[in-house]
Structure formats: structure tokens, C-alpha cells
């Protein structure tokens, strides 16, 4: 049972308290996108909604098909949410109470209540400096006889090196999940995000790479046996209808949903470019500064789900945040507080510390506006706008 304490206080940081002002810049991302595709979206709203078929249909169908040739893999399987696509895949792994998994400390809090929600313990490690990623050396020193599985996560849409990692799994008989809901259409040595690890979760919440019209998740797989678990998972432990094997659950991905997702696959490359093209904008403009810019490594196909920057400073930090909310810029830090070091999280009683580059980075990394509907002259003012920070300090 969940214990809640309502009367438990809560800090807002003040930098947070100081955002007054609405964003000029960084607001907008779907409305954009809603012209340039909205009129593809409606005819298939008009295509699904007269045939009655609301759930597991023929759009359903396709679209899996179409993502998973898309991600290079066997098989992908629609689901309500990523958040439900990372735990029904665990689940499918078999991961269960006494079994540990390892990811970072420094992603979306779902990625480690997945693993909670199974009844396991997730087991956080620090991350690389530069693509501010798990490395195998990293999750090696965390491994345990507990040990089950791994969850890299692709963290901005930069892919974790995972050729060491697969073979640190190889050789521990481990499972490796792949967090995959900032990275859709990324690519690693030219293979794509969805086919490197043992199974892939995605998030197709509105805002990512490539998002659904409300919630939505897909997982994708090679691997037959957990292809056919996750299938029987998603819809309450069937695979004949009214024949419940196990306990499962009530999360598929939407048939209007699956279908209006087909337009934005067909998009997911060009946008991803739109994305990169922001980036190099950013890049230029902002390399004589005092931030430290997104490092791209040599086997990764970045996609930029976010910009992140890290300041040399908390400090500074809070100072450009006001900054550019004064000049109606919407940048922001993402994640400002570890997964570790969150109340849900107290029980497990780790430090700081623990984690010396999560830590730094969860104070000092600074998000610059990124989607694919940004225009160029907007990206260019952003940049300018920090180059004029940092001329008056
Ligand atoms: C890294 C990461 N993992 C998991 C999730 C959870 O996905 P969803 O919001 O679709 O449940 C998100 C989404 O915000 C995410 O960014």
C-alpha cells in the first residue's frame, strides 16, 4: 500500500517562483504541427470513427507493423502510455519482487517506477560527463545476484553506447529494456533506437519526437516468446478472449490513436532533421559561451529531443532562467531533481553523492526551446539572447 502525507511541506525553487512572465519563444510546438499536418489527421479520424472499431483494429495492426519495420525490429505492440510500456515489458521479462534493475539517475521518474510497479527495486547509477548517459563501466561496478535487467535511457536523444552494454548483459545473463521516449528515429553505428537492446519502450506523450494526440506508448521487440507475453500482458492476460491466464492488464494504444500516429511516422525523419538543423543553430551561435553544449559522440545519430546545456553554476543557472523568462523565453531545466533523491524514492537512502555528475547537472542543466516547428529565427534568438546575457555579466 502507497503511505501519503499531505501535510508534508514542499519547496518550490525560487528560480521556479521567479517565471513570471508567458513565453514568447518555446510555446506553440503542436499548434504548429497541427497546421502542417492537421488536415492528413482528420481523414483518418473520418476513416476510423464510422467503421465502430475503436480498439484493436486494422489501423492498430498497420501502424505496429509499419513502427517496427520503422525501428528495425520483428514486432512492436501498441500501449496506453510509455510509462505502461516500460512496466508491462519488465513484466514480460519476468521481473518481480528481490529482483533489482539498473538505470540512471537522472531520467523521467516513470523509468524507475516501472520497475517498482513490478514489485522489484530499481538500482540507480551515475552517468557519463559528456553524453550524460549510463556507460557499461557504470552499471558494471551496480551489478548484483539480484540483478534482472537494465534500462539505458536515450536521455535527449542521445543513444547510449550499447554495444558494451549488451555484452556486460551477455555476460550476466541480464535484460536489457531500452528507454526509448526521448529518441524516436534515433540511430546507433546505423542501427536504429528500438533494436539494440532486448525490447524498447516508447512514449508517444504529446511533446516527444514523435507524439499522440493524448497518451500513448509502443514497445518494440525481436524476440518472439516476449512479443507473445507483452501481447497478452497489454489486454488482461489473454491471448483467446475470455480465456485470463494471467493477471494482466487494461493498456492498449488507441485505434484512432494508432492511426492518427501513422501521418506523424511518415513525418518522424524530417522533423528529427528540422531538430537537428535547430541544434547546429544553437551550436554556432554558442560556442564561445560559458555553457557546456550537447556533445555528440561518433556512433550516435543525435535527435534532440531536448537542448541541454549545463551552466557553470546553480547560480547561473537560476540567473539565465530569469533571464530568459524576462525576454519571454521559455527555457527550463529538466531534470532539477534526481530520481533517487525524491521522497518517493527516501526509503532507499541514497546521497547526492552518490551519483557526482547527476548531481552537478540536475543544478546546473539549462534546456533551450526545441521542436521541429521552432523557426530558425527563433532559435537564432534564443542563442543571441544568452550571447547578450553574458555580455552584461
Ligand atoms: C525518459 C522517459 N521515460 C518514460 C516516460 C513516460 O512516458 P509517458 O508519459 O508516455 O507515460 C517519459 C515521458 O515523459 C520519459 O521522458
Not at 71 to 82: Q, R, V, Y
Not at 320 to 337: C, D, Q, R, S, V
Request: proline share 5%; net charge negative.
Amino acid at each position: 500500500m502507497t503511505k501519503i502525507d499531505l501535510s508534508r511541506k514542499i519547496e518550490v525553487p525560487e528560480w521556479v517562483r521567479g517565471l513570471t512572465k508567458p513565453s514568447r519563444i518555446g510555446e506553440g510546438h503542436l499548434e504548429r504541427q497541427w497546421e502542417e499536418i492537421g488536415d492528413e489527421v482528420m481523414q483518418k479520424v473520418k476513416e476510423v470513427l464510422p467503421t465502430g472499431k475503436y480498439t484493436l483494429g486494422p489501423h492498430l495492426k498497420k501502424f505496429e507493423e509499419d513502427f517496427a519495420a520503422y525501428s528495425d525490429s520483428k514486432f512492436a505492440i501498441g500501449i496506453s502510455s510509455g510509462t505502461k510500456a516500460l512496466h508491462i515489458a519488465l513484466e514480460a521479462m519476468g521481473l518481480g519482487p528481490g529482483d533489482e534493475a539498473i538505470t540512471v539517475c537522472n531520467t523521467y521518474v516513470t523509468t524507475a517506477f516501472a520497475v517498482s510497479y513490478c514489485g522489484a527495486t530499481p538500482v540507480f547509477v551515475d552517468v557519463d560527463p559528456k553524453t550524460y548517459n549510463m556507460t557499461a563501466e557504470l552499471v558494471e561496478a551496480k551489478i548484483t545476484p539480484k540483478t534482472k535487467a537494465i534500462i539505458p535511457v536515450h536521455l535527449y536523444g542521445h543513444v547510449v553506447d550499447m554495444d558494451p552494454l549488451m555484452a556486460l548483459a551477455k555476460k550476466h545473463n541480464l535484460w536489457v529494456l531500452e528507454d526509448a521516449s526521448h529518441a524516436h528515429g534515433g540511430y546507433y553505428k546505423g542501427r536504429r533506437v528500438g533494436s539494440l537492446g532486448h525490447a524498447a519502450a516508447f512514449s508517444f506523450y504529446p511533446s516527444k519526437n514523435m507524439g499522440a494526440y493524448g497518451d500513448g506508448g509502443i514497445i518494440t521487440t525481436s524476440d518472439q516468446e516476449l512479443y507473445e507475453k507483452i501481447k497478452m500482458l497489454r489486454y488482461v492476460g489473454q491471448r483467446v478472449k475470455f480465456i485470463h491466464e494471467v493477471i494482466g492488464f487494461q493498456d492498449r494504444l488507441d485505434e484512432l490513436q494508432a492511426a492518427m500516429m501513422s501521418v506523424k511516422l511518415k513525418n518522424l525523419d524530417d522533423w528529427n532533421n528540422r531538430r537537428r538543423k535547430i541544434a547546429a543553430i544553437y551550436d554556432e551561435i554558442l560556442k564561445d559561451t560559458p555553457l557546456q553544449l550537447p556533445y555528440v559522440a561518433d556512433y550516435c545519430h543525435h535527435v534532440y529531443y531536448s537542448y541541454a546545456t549545463i551552466t557553470p553554476s546553480e547560480e547561473e543557472r537560476k540567473k539565465l532562467l530569469m533571464f530568459m523568462n524576462e525576454h519571454e523565453i521559455g527555457a527550463f531545466a529538466m531534470y532539477p531533481i534526481m530520481v533517487p533523491m525524491q521522497q518517493a524514492y527516501e526509503d532507499l537512502g541514497y546521497k547526492e553523492s552518490d551519483f557526482p555528475v547527476g548531481s552537478e547537472y540536475a543544478k546546473r542543466v539549462f534546456n533551450l526551446p526545441m521542436f521541429e516547428t521552432l523557426r530558425e529565427d527563433e532559435a537564432r534568438e534564443v542563442a543571441r539572447t544568452i550571447l547578450a546575457y553574458y555580455d552584461q555579466v
